[in-house]
């Protein structure tokens, strides 16, 4: 039964949004120091994110073998361009915008060349971007196998709010709409998994 993987919907509550909110200062604060040539600072706010780009990457990405690289230059663009971080916003959002320019210019790359064979392997990506021996992996590797099946624009709203825990104005300007957007997107993608995975725990009928 999978139906479990499916998170419940995030809408902050006061304690959770004051400790996620105490969480990215805490990155945000780590980045700026990194920008004046702290190196603890830098490895700080490499190991801080480093989950959350892997697992943006692996969303967007149709490469699952490309999501090591494109996460390790998303982070080498990061730190070269730390001097024009200024902490208006939070340093994961921040991140998360290169990530997705990132994954861009991959794709405008790939399309310049041939390519031998472009059908994503999903379980392969999340397993690239998730901890493993965890409970509830499996399910999580269930549930973004069903992500697949979402329109792209959903699916990123989906992920940057109620997997990596984006507030929704950052998440609306990272993907450069309106709030009420991204919450419209959420609660289709929501509607939609609830119906894959209740299809999905669905007993199969034998045909004689």
Partial sequence: MITSALPAPRERTEGDGKAADHADDSITAWALAARAGDPDAVDHFVRALHRDVL???????GDPQAVDDLAQDTFLRALGSLHRF?????????????ARRAVIDSYRYAAARPRPSDVPDWRLAV????PRDLPGFDDGIALLDLLAALPEERREAFVLT???GLPYAEAAALSD???GTVRSRVNRARATLIDLLAAADEPAVLVA
């Fill in 127 to 130: 397993e690239l971007a998730q």
């Fill in 55 to 61: 697992r943006y990457v692996a969303h967007l990405c």
């Fill in 162 to 164: 109620q997997l990596l």
């Fill in 86 to 98: 200024e902490g208006r916003s939070s340093a994961r959002a921040w991140l998360l915008s290169i």
């Fill in 177 to 179: 709409c309106p709030v």
